[in-house]
């Protein structure tokens, strides 16, 4: 099991950009299928985007496609989420972790674990 740190949140105004990084510990980062979620006070914890293992597969939800990229770099051990053009609704505490389900990513947060401590990432208007 790999301890997931996110990092590189803060305030932003709209259109602006920020990059997020999960950086994880562990040798088995490699292996695992990894995903961004983010959670708005008041709201549940919604799915962001998912990338897979090997890096060649990547899925977000509607509402980011287009501004978000996900990547990662495992001889870093690191994730990243970089986010452009970013709007108010994007405001929310962000979240990585880890995949644990049968296929490679999933929208429901229960089919992840390894949760990090999340990056509050603010977009004023």
């Known amino acids: 099991q790999v301890q997931l740190v996110e990092s590189g949140g803060g305030l932003a105004q709209a259109g602006g950009s920020l990059r997020l990084s999960c950086a994880a510990s562990?040798?088995?980062?490699?292996?695992?299928?990894m995903g961004w979620f983010r959670q708005a006070p008041g709201k549940e914890r919604e799915f962001v985007a998912a990338?897979?293992?090997?890096?060649?597969?990547?899925y977000y939800t509607d509402s980011v496609k287009g501004r978000f990229t996900i990547s990662r770099d495992d001889a870093k051990n690191t994730m990243y989420l970089q986010m452009n053009s970013l709007k108010p609704e994007d405001t929310a505490v962000y979240y990585c972790?880890?995949?644990?389900?049968?296929?490679?990513?999933?929208?429901?947060?229960?089919?992840?674990?390894?949760w990090g401590q999340g990056t509050q990432v603010t977009v004023s208007s």
């Open positions: 972790a880890t995949y644990k389900g049968r296929s490679w990513y999933a929208v429901d947060p229960r089919e992840y674990d390894g």
């Open positions: 562990g040798r088995t980062f490699s292996r695992y299928d």
């Open positions: 990338i897979r293992w090997s890096g060649d597969r990547t």
